[in-house]
């Protein structure tokens, strides 16, 4: 027969842990080149028109899983009698951290006419901490912060050979584009339920 459960032991596993969806806004940060939207020919020199900068900010759906061994109360044992603080009361919170992988829905893209080829644009995979209230109705939810590793598949920049400011090569008579993947940082704020 089992004995009835200690009424004192924290729960092993409270629900707002383990595996997560949650969603977002994030900002990322390509690690090097240019992105660029349009070039012109002027007496035969390619000018860049129109580039975007290596900074972006989009919507993210994620997935995230809070180690349970990795957590941390946060002044759960606020006592009004002895620490007069009101912001400890309303700050008490757990605290967990684990993986998490994101698509980044419509985020910028250096694609002509401001177009972006399909609706995610981004990929990332990193490390996340999520804060969560003990008191909050929802058992489930927690605000998360992270960062990781964003691949962008398909960033527009100039062909091969052909370099701004610089003439055209023997034989060329447009300016050519090509799409290639780009690496960057991604940071990023979620909510999940």
């Known amino acids: 027969m089992k004995n009835p459960p200690d009424a ?3 729960d092993p596993a409270p629900t707002w842990k383990g595996l997560g969806f949650g969603i977002g806004i994030a900002a990322d940060f390509d690690i090097g080149g240019t992105r660029v939207v349009n070039a012109q020919l002027v007496n035969n020199i390619v000018r860049v028109t129109d580039v975007t900068s290596n900074v972006d900010v989009g919507f993210v ?3 995230h899983y809070f180690i349970r061994d990795w957590d941390f109360e946060i002044n759960r044992r606020y006592n009004p009698n002895t620490n007069p603080w009101p912001c400890l009361a309303i700050c008490a919170m757990d605290m967990a951290t684990g993986p998490f992988v994101a698509l980044e829905i419509n985020g910028g893209s250096a694609v002509p006419g401001g177009n972006v080829a399909g609706p995610i644009t981004g990929y990332a995979l990193g490390w996340m901490v999520g804060f969560h209230h ?3 109705m929802n058992k489930t939810s927690s605000w998360n912060f ?6 962008d598949p398909k960033t527009q920049v100039l062909g091969d050979g052909i370099v701004a400011n610089q003439p055209l090569p023997i034989g060329e008579t ?9 690496a960057g940082i991604m940071l990023l704020s979620s909510f999940s339920w």
Do not use: C
Request: net charge positive.
């Open 146 to 151: 992270g960062v990781g590793l964003r691949i």
């Open 61 to 63: 759906l994620e997935a």
């Open 174 to 182: 447009a300016i050519r584009y090509k799409q290639e993947p780009r």
């Open 134 to 136: 003990p008191e909050s």
């Open 8 to 10: 004192t032991q924290k």
